[in-house]
């Protein structure tokens, strides 16, 4: 029997899609088929994120470009939750600007839980700004906004 070369290509085509298709569904089959670890389940269920409460507000309300002003605030845990609190780590907190609707970061920085927090920040153009403090989930603690507050730069 004579193969042309297009037989081949088609052929080859054909059994490397055939691997691809099947590549795929192997490690599909052995997720479905593994048990699920109790040790995951065990964490999710025993460790409950703690609920934390942000505060923050601007120094000024209005500033000069170039001139700094301090964010205050405080990150405290809910009385409520349950467990110790693990207040010798450091939590992530960010700065952020209101941008057509949409949330985005300006600066970060840390602060222990139940403790206060000061962030300097400096603009570089006149604007009329709508910030919050924002604080990630984490392993230990749910996440957490401020209210929002104004920061006008003349």
């Keep these: 029997m004579n193969h042309t070369p297009i037989s ?3 052929k080859t085509f054909a059994v490397l899609v055939a691997g691809i298709v099947l590549a795929g569904l192997v490690p599909a089959a052995q997720a479905a088929a593994a ?3 109790p040790a995951s389940s065990e964490q999710t269920s025993v460790h409950k994120k703690k609920k934390v409460k942000l505060e923050a507000k ?11 002003t301090k964010l205050k605030g405080r990150l405290d845990v809910i009385a ?3 467990g110790g609190d693990s207040a010798d ?3 992530l907190i960010i700065v952020q600007k209101l941008v ?3 949330w985005v970061d300006l600066s ?3 602060c222990r839980p139940n403790g206060s927090f000061v962030l300097s ?4 153009v006149k604007a009329s700004l709508t910030l919050r403090v924002y604080h990630p989930e984490t392993t230990l603690y749910a996440s957490a906004t401020s209210s929002v507050f104004g920061v006008v730069v003349v």
């Design 35 to 37: 048990p699920a670890s």
């Design 8 to 10: 081949r290509i088609t």
């Design 100 to 102: 057509a609707g949409v």
């Design 58 to 68: 601007a120094d000024k309300s209005k500033v000069k470009v170039g001139e700094e």
């Design 80 to 82: 409520d939750s349950a």
């Design 121 to 124: 920040l400096s603009f570089s």
């Design 89 to 91: 780590a450091l939590e």
């Design 108 to 110: 970060n920085g840390s």
